[in-house]
């Protein structure tokens, strides 16, 4: 065996060239998980921004259109910058300990995934700081907004959003071919922990719908550029089409910021109940139906565009079918807690209230679903108040339990569970005075992506402003607890949780920089 | 070497400065290319712009001839257990899948025009009220010879597909000679592969020069025949949803048919230097599976641009 071969196992090196050279999966995840963390507080600022100026009727902090800016570079820090980040920084970390492999397959592709993140989120975040000011057309850039009207900043965030499709194709492949390649013996496909099986799907669904976003906004740049009418009636083309095929790649999108969250709940529902997963093999057929699905509802965003009456009835059919799957987990994690021996440490309160919250956005998905319903809905804070509770008190809370529930494995240290229960209460309190009223305002038919609304509105707009805030300010405390918990506290056990169960508990807590580089005892290896 | 454990070898690599400045070439790449065509849109000078997009691409290419070096250095010296092999090829095989999808994304967009926006535009069904308003005088047709406004974007003359179904017109039909050299080109990939599992270098030389040489001559030919779309036949990428669709579907397969001979070129130079192994060629087959790729988009391209 080569020398090289030999010496890999000593620790990380020293000063920043760890962190800009490394190849370590560990050292990776943290990477995208403060980035993360970073960007949601960026677009986390630019929320409080908006609900700053929907506080009162009238036009008060900002003009419209750096309002319009504002949303727009929200939404696309949220998803693209602060979710997404999130859950592959929780792939690197877990998936590789979870399976008994010594780190990720391509380790310096690894690398390269998340380094061009931060030049991608540079480039577009630095749009705001240019003559003709950030993009303004929304976060879904519809057509002819995002062409014909759009600011030549156009051009950079075309260019940002080819270079991060670019890391979460290469990252997506990673994430297959470490699952695919690298499980220890005894690992069959059927043991994989669910957190596993659901990013092995996810990962699927980026590399099956990344591309069509580079397509679209390429399209988009050769409209701006080069005179073609890809979404130009008058040259034989249709704005429709941008839809189209936006949302080819959008819905598919959504599931992959969700599908990560299900496997992360699905570990630790059984954790603090004490029990195995209610109904794993459903869970796996369940979460395959869900990325099956994904792939023909897409137009459901699009009812009031004028589709032919066939294809309205298609897709809402289709969508409904969507809540079959989702019942079938949402059922089994209720099964799993079931006569469990529960306690509620601050993973399991995030993952309960994932539970509960986000089952309510699904069912406003399913009202949205129905195609005569969604003519009065669509474009209201109703939608507004749907995503946001599946993004924000589903995917986020999801990130924020994964984030309480192996930061004692990262650190070696017992988290603050006063701080983080505190940290949890603020965020549940706050996260609902925020967007449930935002259902009634939607109802009352309060359109989206306006900065200013009429008198009847005030009400509950001043309300989600007040929880808006209180959501917001309330994330500053998960920071505090996250440095605490480096910098020192109680000593974690390997086994961290009593009712832990699974490979990357069977390593010492810090785990150590190399984990697994012989697999392990296959006897360790259990069904789920 | 080969003999060991297939799960106790894995090589993790020690600590790179490859992707980093891989990231630092591909944003001043974009970003260059982007203030380029901008500067272009607003008229100014681009000569700056166009200075850091070439400074961060040949960063970006020096990069990765290091990395690809650093990659082919390590298989030679025994590093890369079967395991580690298997991991390029689902690499490799995942991507294909991705640039799939990529293609989907214009061929659908294709499908959409011909089907439903050019027809509806023309007045038909339901929805073809708002095209009878607009544009009253507009008859959908494909090729769309006549755009449904001509002052924004110029007619073509007339479309590239066939127009006739006979011998003699196939014989002078430039995109069905393209087929034929790319539809040649895999199989004599196939031959050199065929060829470096036997051992046969001389046999993998030939038919590797023989399959880059086709895949140039079909470069050539493309080019040729966009001279002619724009002399002849007056279609641009700026007369219409024809000509968008027509250039960006055949100009993405062109570039993706240069990048895959500059691979099949590398594998050629490789075959050369003797870099390959009758049960070791893992860059070769990868090479040998996106040049087969690249000839199936061009049977679809063929099919749905040029036939029908």
Known sequence: ?528 | MASAGSHDTYYVPEQTKLPFFASIGLFLTVYGLGSVLNDVKSSESATFSTMISLAGFMLLSFILFQWFSTVIRENHAGMNSDQLKRSYVWGMAWFIFSEVMFFAAFFGALFYVRTFSVPWIGGEGDKGITGDILWPEFEAAWPLIVNPDSSLFSNPHEGMSVSEWSLSFFAKYLPFWNTVILITSSVTVHFAHTALKAENRKGLIQWMFVSVALGVLFLFLQGFEYVEAYGHYGITLDSGIYGSTFFLLTGFHGFHVTLGTFMLAIMLVRSIKGHFKPDDHFGFEAASWYWHFVDVVWVGLFIFVYLF
């Open chain 1, 1 to 528: 065996m080569s020398a090289a071969h030999d010496d890999h196992h000593h620790g990380p090196a020293k000063g920043i060239s760890r962190w800009l050279f490394t190849t370590n999966h560990k050292d990776i995840g943290s990477l995208y998980l403060w980035f993360s963390f970073a960007m949601f507080l960026l677009g986390g600022t630019f929320a409080m921004v908006i609900r700053a100026e929907l506080f009162q009727p009238g036009l008060q902090l900002v003009d419209p259109n750096f309002f319009n800016q504002m949303t727009t570079m929200h939404g696309l820090i949220m998803v693209f910058g602060a979710v997404m980040p999130a859950f592959v920084g929780l792939a690197n970390w877990m998936i590789p300990m979870m399976i008994g492999a010594p780190d990720m397959a391509l380790p310096r592709m690894n690398n390269w995934s998340f380094w061009i993140l931060p030049f991608a989120f540079a480039m577009l975040s630095a749009t705001l700081f240019m003559e003709a000011g950030a993009p303004n057309f929304g976060w879904t850039f519809y057509a002819p907004l995002s062409t014909t009207y759009a600011p030549e900043t156009v051009t950079f965030f075309i260019f940002a959003v080819h270079i991060m499709g670019a890391s979460s194709i290469m990252g997506s492949i990673n994430i297959i071919a470490t699952i695919l390649n690298m499980r220890a013996p005894g690992m069959t496909l059927m043991k994989m922990p669910l957190f596993v099986w659901t990013w092995l799907i996810t990962a699927y669904l980026l590399i099956a719908v990344m591309p069509v976003l580079a397509g679209v906004v390429t399209m988009m740049l050769f409209d701006i550029h080069f005179g073609t009418s890809f979404f130009n009636a008058a040259g034989g083309g249709d704005p429709v089409l941008f839809q189209h095929v936006f949302w080819f790649f959008g819905h598919p999108e959504v599931y992959i910021m969700i599908l990560p969250a299900f496997g992360i709940v699905s570990a630790i529902i059984p954790t603090f109940a004490r029990k195995r997963l209610f109904g794993y093999d459903s869970m796996v057929y369940a979460t395959a139906s869900i990325a099956f699905l994904s792939f023909i509802v897409w137009a459901h965003h699009m009812f009031t565009v004028g589709m032919p009456i066939a294809g309205e009835l298609f897709f809402m059919y289709a969508t409904m079918l969507i809540a079959v799957p989702t019942g079938v987990k949402v059922f089994n994690w209720v099964a799993t807690m079931f006569r469990g021996s529960m306690t509620f440490e601050t993973p399991m309160l995030f993952a309960i209230a994932f539970v509960v919250l986000f089952t309510m956005g699904g069912f406003t998905g399913l009202m949205l679903a129905i195609t005569p319903a969604d003519f009065q809905y669509h474009d209201t804070y109703f939608v507004v108040a749907h995503f946001h509770y599946v993004l924000v008190p589903g995917a986020v809370f999801s990130i924020m339990a994964a984030v309480y529930y192996w930061l004692p494995k990262w650190t070696g240290y017992m988290y603050d569970e006063t701080l983080g229960k505190l940290h949890f209460w603020l965020s549940f309190i706050g996260v609902n005075i925020l967007f449930f009223p935002q259902h009634f305002l939607g109802l009352a038919g309060m359109p989206r992506r306006i900065p200013d609304y009429a008198l009847q509105f005030a009400d509950f707009n001043w309300i989600s402003s007040v929880g808006g805030f209180l959501f917001g300010a309330s994330q500053l405390i998960l920071l505090v607890v996250v440095i605490k918990c480096v910098k020192g506290g109680k000593k974690a056990t390997a086994q961290v949780w009593e009712g832990a169960q699974g490979l990357e508990w069977t390593v010492d807590s810090p785990a150590p920089y190399h984990t697994f580089a012989t697999p392990p005892d296959p006897k360790l290896i259990h069904a789920q």
